[in-house]
């Protein structure tokens, strides 16, 4: 297994000069109290990755009170960002958790609406429906027993191990919690999702972090838009929990796990094209990218694995030249979600809709196939920020379930959307090319709204 690149390392050996050039790049000073803040909020993933979520139930406040206490001795900060440590945990806590642990009323009411409610209840403005309805979601997501979600992010299956077995250790002697679920992560050839493509490009770039983004990442972006105590883009503070203790250095983050159809979606790209070749350029316009993680914009005609591996360059482009998606198709799933410049029908301010995504693969591929083996394989998306919440519902309902915002009336995300019967995807040309027949590829298992406390906000939670 080859170890990890750092930042600004590129795919082989380069030169010594090079790789400093790169961290110089990387690394500016930072301006964020980031010995308070939860490494995972500001701390890329790793590749390859290994991992854990688990999912608890905190059943008596004190037990509660006192893994928050443990917890927090085991919790990686983002100022540990340039150590060589190779594994880490995070921890959220849902509405229901916080009411658990004994926060008070005030506390608690001090959280926005959204939030309170939980992902279940908010089902008409995710548009959750048919396949994705909750009454269809696996335990014990939606239920309210979801209180605590913990996870454990490695480079290596040994430190994974190691990391977990070091909070189970913890948790063992602990009385009033129950584990809920378990889902391990990870471990996916090249690190790749479901259907066989290199994933978590285009990360915002949060000012004040200490790192800079690679080129195409854009300008960096106030850091009270993804961190709670900070000013946010319109120049003042979004609006955070109390008491401050509570609120500062905090975010919100959802998850959503989806299983991944990737049969069906085979099964699609061999009606859409005879030849694997054809196939392989089929894929491409539903995504936006090559498998090998090359962009469209910058590799229409054909796969470049070396642009793809190079971070340098597989995410420095516009889409300023190609306003009718001829190379990147304008209904594709990552011109959907960042639009970048693309002109759109329906205004909405680009930079308060990027959300930090930490989301993890689980399963084993599928590979080709057209049948399914019945094994669970999917995505587990994980959306970040001070907004993550009304973000994650924009997106479902705008720009994932929707066409109207690029001009594309009722077509869906061909990744993420709830198709309806004969649905279609344009690959844009001349003349355009509508292919018909699109299923929903991933259908929601579950999901739930999280707040992820500060390691300040642990401390107080433990203390309640």
């Given at each position: 297994?080859?170890?990890?690149?750092?930042?600004?390392?590129?795919?082989?050996?380069?030169?010594?000069?090079?790789?400093?050039?790169?961290?110089?790049?990387?690394?500016?000073?930072?301006?964020?109290?980031?010995?308070?803040?939860?490494?995972?909020?500001?701390?890329?993933?790793?590749?390859?990755?290994?991992?854990?979520?688990?999912?608890?139930?905190?059943?008596?406040?004190?037990?509660?009170?006192?893994?928050?206490?443990?917890?927090?001795?085991?919790?990686?900060?983002?100022?540990?960002?340039?150590?060589?440590?190779?594994?880490?945990?995070?921890?959220?806590?849902?509405?229901?958790?916080?009411?658990?642990?004994?926060?008070?009323?005030?506390?608690?009411?001090?959280?926005?609406?959204?939030?309170?409610?939980?992902?279940?209840?908010?089902?008409?403005?995710?548009?959750?429906?048919?396949?994705?309805?909750?009454?269809?979601?696996?335990?014990?997501f939606g239920t309210g027993r979801v209180h605590l979600m913990v996870?454990?992010?490695?480079?290596?299956?040994?430190?994974?191990?190691?990391?977990?077995?070091?909070?189970?250790?913890?948790?063992?002697?602990?009385?009033?919690?129950?584990?809920?679920?378990?889902?391990?992560?990870?471990?996916?050839?090249?690190?790749?999702?479901?259907?066989?493509?290199?994933?978590?490009?285009?990360?915002?770039?949060?000012?004040?972090?200490?790192?800079?983004?690679?080129?195409?990442?854009?300008?960096?972006?106030?850091?009270?838009?993804?961190?709670?105590?900070?000013?946010?883009?319109?120049?003042?503070?979004?609006?955070?929990?109390?008491?401050?203790?509570?609120?500062?250095?905090?975010?919100?983050?959802?998850?959503?796990?989806?299983?991944?159809?990737?049969?069906?979606?085979?099964?699609?790209?061999?009606?859409?094209?005879?030849?694997?070749?054809?196939?392989?350029?089929?894929?491409?316009?539903?995504?936006?990218?090559?498998?090998?993680?090359?962009?469209?914009?910058?590799?229409?005609?054909?796969?470049?694995?070396?642009?793809g591996a190079d971070d340098s360059r597989n995410n420095d482009f516009?889409?300023?030249?190609?306003?009718?998606?001829?190379?990147?198709?304008?209904?594709?799933?990552?011109?959907?979600?960042?639009?970048?410049?693309?002109?759109?029908?329906?205004?909405?301010?680009?930079?308060?809709?990027?959300?930090?995504?930490?989301?993890?693969?689980?399963?084993?591929?599928?590979?080709?196939?057209?049948?399914?083996?019945?094994?669970?394989?999917?995505?587990?998306?994980?959306?970040?920020?001070?907004?993550?919440?009304?973000?994650?519902?924009?997106?479902?309902?705008?720009?994932?379930?929707?066409?109207?915002?690029?001009?594309?009336?009722?077509?869906?995300?061909?990744?993420?959307?709830?198709?309806?019967?004969?649905?279609?995807?344009?690959?844009?040309?001349?003349?355009?090319?509508?292919?018909?027949?699109?299923?929903?590829?991933?259908?929601?298992?579950?999901?739930?709204?999280?707040?992820?406390?500060?390691?300040?906000?642990?401390?107080?939670?433990?203390?309640?």
């Amino acid at each position: 297994m080859t170890a990890p690149r750092k930042p600004g390392e590129s795919p082989g050996t380069p030169p010594l000069g090079g790789v400093l050039k790169g961290l110089f790049r990387r690394f500016v000073p930072p301006t964020l109290e980031l010995h308070d803040i939860q490494a995972l909020i500001l701390r890329p993933r790793p590749a390859p990755y290994y991992g854990t979520h688990a999912f608890v139930e905190i059943m008596d406040a004190a037990g509660g009170r006192e893994a928050m206490r443990r917890l927090r001795t085991r919790v990686t900060s983002a100022a540990d960002w340039r150590e060589a440590r190779s594994a880490w945990t995070a921890v959220a806590l849902s509405y229901r958790g916080l009411e658990a642990l004994g926060a008070p009323a005030s506390a608690l009411a001090s959280f926005p609406r959204a939030f309170r409610e939980g992902m279940a209840a908010r089902a008409d403005k995710l548009r959750d429906h048919g396949p994705n309805d909750p009454s269809r979601w696996q335990a014990p997501f939606g239920t309210g027993r979801v209180h605590l979600m913990v996870s454990v992010y490695a480079d290596s299956e040994e430190a994974w191990r190691d990391e977990l077995a070091g909070y189970e250790e913890q948790f063992a002697t602990l009385t009033g919690l129950r584990v809920l679920l378990r889902q391990d992560f990870g471990a996916q050839p090249e690190s790749r999702n479901a259907f066989g493509f290199k994933d978590g490009f285009t990360q915002p770039v949060v000012e004040g972090s200490g790192v800079e983004g690679w080129p195409g990442d854009g300008r960096p972006i106030k850091a009270g838009e993804f961190i709670l105590g900070y000013k946010a883009e319109g120049g003042h503070a979004l609006g955070a929990p109390t008491p401050e203790v509570l609120g500062r250095n905090g975010t919100y983050l959802v998850f959503r796990k989806y299983h991944s159809h990737v049969d069906a979606f085979n099964r699609y790209l061999h009606q859409g094209a005879d030849t694997p070749e054809g196939r392989e350029f089929l894929a491409a316009k539903l995504v936006g990218r090559w498998r090998s993680g090359a962009p469209l914009e910058l590799a229409p005609e054909h796969d470049d694995v070396g642009l793809g591996a190079d971070d340098s360059r597989n995410n420095d482009f516009r889409y300023r030249d190609d306003p009718k998606g001829l190379r990147t198709p304008v209904g594709s799933h990552i011109r959907r979600m960042n639009p970048r410049d693309t002109e759109l029908k329906v205004l909405s301010d680009v930079n308060i809709r990027r959300i930090i995504r930490r989301s993890t693969t689980y399963g084993e591929p599928l590979g080709d196939s057209l049948r399914d083996d019945g094994k669970p394989r999917g995505l587990d998306f994980i959306a970040i920020s001070a907004r993550a919440i009304d973000t994650v519902e924009f997106l479902q309902s705008e720009w994932i379930n929707s066409g109207n915002f690029i001009g594309r009336g009722t077509e869906k995300d061909p990744l993420l959307g709830v198709q309806d019967e004969n649905a279609f995807f344009t690959v844009p040309g001349t003349p355009p090319r509508r292919i018909s027949g699109i299923e929903t590829f991933n259908t929601l298992d579950g999901g739930e709204y999280f707040f992820m406390p500060s390691l300040t906000a642990l401390d107080w939670l433990a203390g309640l």
